[in-house]
Nanobody, 127 residues
């Protein structure tokens, strides 16, 4: 059974940093895309950063490029999202999600293509 468990959220002041973790288990294939999303109250779920095992590349949404960094541990069973220079508009619930079918640049940030989701972790940025 595929499981994704996020952690690391919390309350941080403007300009601060956080590192989120997503522990992944139950994968039966090396072909996947794993992506960080966030959802703020009243807003749609937004894709932030995606790692694709197909090309071993990491992709970022323009909104977070240069501030957020996605990485993984050596075992590739945990992915991280380093959040820097946080702003009040970064306040949201942050999720990781995985899909096991091949995706393109046009679809990697579409929530509807993802098969499995974690429960989310709350990030609150105070001003």
């Amino acid at each position: 059974e595929v499981q994704l468990v996020e952690s690391g959220g919390g309350l941080v002041q403007v300009g601060g940093s956080l590192r989120l973790s997503c522990a992944a288990s139950g994968f039966t294939t090396d072909a996947y895309a794993i992506t960080w999303f966030r959802q703020a109250p009243g807003k749609e779920r937004e894709g932030l950063s995606c790692f694709s095992s197909k090309d071993e590349s990491t992709y970022y949404a323009d909104a977070v490029k240069g501030r957020f960094t996605m990485s993984s541990n050596n075992a590739k069973d945990t992915v991280y999202l380093q959040l820097n220079i946080l702003k009040p508009e970064d306040t949201a619930v942050y999720y990781c999600a995985v899909v096991f079918t091949s995706q393109t640049i046009a679809t990697i940030f579409e929530p509807s293509v993802y098969d499995y989701w974690g429960q989310g972790t709350q990030v609150t940025v105070s001003s």
